[in-house]
């Protein structure tokens, strides 16, 4: 191959950089290694990580993963394949796609949703942007019962697109937001107003009032969710005017935190003011139905520095996951789930006094009778990871543990953790 | 004579929701081992939800059925060629989805104690030092999910390091042959865009460049090799004009796999840039995604790296929220760490070595198309190019066929497509790139029917025009898509 482009050593290929650019030495890097050793190498990691049973939620949950999920996105046609920018021969991806965001809209009770945001924290400011966008203002109002690394990130994008983000309170009895407050910062320049439910407390927020005081004012109302099952029962956030998610609880491991699935789902009006790809049914020269990535007149790749947002890559495959799992646990199978969480969170809350009053999902936040730490390792004694320590992110809760606990949860765990906490 | 496929037949499929029926469902879930709950008493019965209408009811053959055949309507790289410019489509090692899920890996949650993370956070350590030392830069963050989310990242690492200084400044520079994600992040980060001409090497033009770098600009976005494939040859010299105003230079790293092991960015005066790790280091696309884009950077921009940063407190490694002049966070925990374990993987089976050779095979391949391709299609900016090379259609645009129709075309030979119009400086643009994958034997047949479309151009050319004629979908209809959107499926519809 070489003597076809008239060359006779493969430095040659590098000729033409300028000298003082090239590696004068090679990379001081080990010696590649076999598939074995890589193996090892992993498993050796893995092992110092522990794997116990856990009460840890707060926006990454331990749901159990059908097999079929991971033979599904393995095949290679679906991990190997590039963005199906060439629908004729990527028509696989795209159909996939089309139902993911046909059943994030029926679960979500909005008209459309996008192909998939990086994960839930940055599709927060990705809906924040599309509200300043549609109603031609700039404030946010966050709720502090939002997600506080989702606030985080946030506050990173907001600060140079001119769009201040101030919070408002929850209500100290209930852990839902603080209506009051809210109403009493709301006014004219206000472009959205963002909740989370179940919020970080794990409670169910009160979001029709929520939407009928950002309407009131002309913003608009962001519904962001962390914990998806939890759309299996409870009723969807049709009021609201933008949905964030994140879909981790479907089929996706928890992998120390990512890569993970967000969404971005709203009302047909905004649709020209939606971020990222959408994929569209048309028809081919045949009359056949086909689908094809469409309206990417608002993407970056066209319209350069006036895009809606510079996402590119999303989370294709991972979206996918959680395609399957919509698709294998279905109507009746998502409302069981569902079921089964609140349920067991509700047995662990029936003896631990949870400190709010509002009602919750599988999520909430107990105070135990020595310090969170304390009890963690007490805990960690017995081979099983409690919750969060809530001081690191509310220092007025400091005393608090949020627990989470979903149809992994052992009845026999949460007896031990009963124990731990009462003691 | 097409060569390397032909017909079979393919399923037919509906959407899952056509499939559905009543009663039917995939799932097994254990007994409850504790009392069911009233939704209803527990929630409030105005907050529980009635049935999720139109959600599907199939059973788990139904579902393994219906990915399947919808599956083989899609081209991969597991099927062959894959040269799609800038994308850096090459083989995804399987090993690397095993490791990704060993249980301590992929069930770790982010928020257990760092003491029983350790596994995970010596992953991350090793891929931070390993990429510090391919890219010749001081320090680095893993959170970034994607290229695109690496350049925002690293425009407002950019930003953070000027304002400290007293002045953000107004306006990023970026090159015409620029990604389309360039100017979108620089909007993004609140910065003005200010296009730079190439000059009729398509290189970055010196005298341009020095007459737009004022005391208004905060940086140049540059992508080397750039988007024509051709390293900046220029680059330190590009990289002194903007230092000599106190501005500062990004590289887009969406092209490292011309470089890995050949030339550091860091060594040629760059002063943040990004790596894709679904391009260069071989995690899958995975029909778009997810993808990694760490950002690396030299010393004086570590203090503004997001939260956390990985720290050696002795023996055990910490994440250091304790960073006051950071930028703050770009998204929630670490980053797609199942990504970066990918790449890590990729690393350890390459090495030092392996990851140059990867490099020099990559470079040939493109060499290689390049050479045998140049007497059919004509190469409008002749400099050496390095892991892709641009061709434009103007030759055969005068028979009144685009790069576009060659494109489809080549569906037919069995091939995806490779990059068509962008770079947007070259008018019709067929941007190859075949990465180190590639033996000899699939190079040939790309370009035996490159050349077999170019006399279909003389001979036969609605059949190009009309391609492709054997996918079992033909050309979709994208301006009714976009006409009258339809994003979701409808009962009856």
Redesign the interface.
Known sequence: MLAACGMQAREELFAHLPKDVVLKSPLNLPPGISEYEIVEYFQARAAENASYPSFLGAGVYRHYRPVVVDTVVSRGEFLTSYTPYQAEIAQGTLTTIFEFQTMICQLTGMDVANASMYDGSTAVPEAAMMAARVTGRNRILAARTVHPEYRAVLRTFARHQGMPVEEFAYDSKTGGIDLADLESRLNKQTAAVIIQSPNFFGIVEQVNAAAELAHKFGALLIFVFTEAVSLGLLEPPASADIVAGELQSFAISPSYGGPFAGIIAAKEKFIRQMPGRLVGQSVDTKGNRAFCLTLATREQHIRREKATSNICTNQALIALMATVFMTLYGKEGLRELALQNLSKAHYLGGKLKPRFSGPYFNEFVAVPNQPPDEVNRQLLERKIIGGLPLGRFYPELAGGVLLCATEMTRRSEMDVAVTVFQA | MIKKVRKHIVQN?P???ER?SP?????Q??T??????D?AA???A????R????????S?VD??R???R??????????GL?P?GS?T?K??PR?N?????????????????EA?????L??MQRLES?LL??TGMDAITLQP?????G??TGI?LV?ALLESRGNPRKKILIPDSA???N????????YA?ENIRSNDQGLIDLEALSQSVTEDVGALMVTNPNTLGV?E?N??EAVDILHAKGALVYMDGANMNALA????PG??GIDVMHL?L?KTFST????????GGPVAVKQIFAPFL?VPCLKANGEQLTLDYDRPQS?????????????L?RAL?Y??????????NAT?DA???A??I???LAPYFDLPYP??NMHEVVFSDDRQSRKGIRTGDI??RL?DYGF??YTVS?PLIVHGALMIEPTETES?LELDLFIDAMIDICKEIEETPDLVT?A?HD????????V???RK?????TPG?
């Open positions: 499929e959407l899952i929701f559905s009663g039917k469902n995939g799932y879930l254990p409850l081992d504790v009392p069911e709950v939704p527990a929630l409030g105005e907050n529980v939800r049935e999720i209408e139109g959600f599907p009811e199939v788990e579902v393994i219906h990915f399947t919808l599956s083989t309507w899609n081209y991969a790289i597991d099927l894959y799609l994308c489509m083989y995804n090993v989805e095993l490791v990704a899920r060993l249980e301590g890996l992929a069930w770790a949650h982010p928020y257990q104690p029983l993370a350790q596994g995970a010596r992953v390993a030392e391919i999910a994607a290229g695109a989310h350049e925002l407002l930003r990604h389309g994600t100017p979108a992040t620089a909007a993004i980060a609140g865009v390293f040859e680059i330190v092991g050949v030339a550091r060594d040629f894709n679904h899958p696309h995975g029909g778009g995604g997810p993808g997001p930028i703050g966070k770009v998204r929630a925990f670490y980053g797609n760490f199942g990504v374990v993987a690393i350890l089976a390459h090495g030092g070595d392996g990851l140059r020099i470079v040939m391949n060499n290689y390049r050479h045998k400099r050496p494109a489809k569906i995806h497509p962008f000899k009309k492709p996918t079992r979908t033909t050309r979709v209809d994208e009714a898509a976009a959107p339809v994003l979701r499926w519809s």
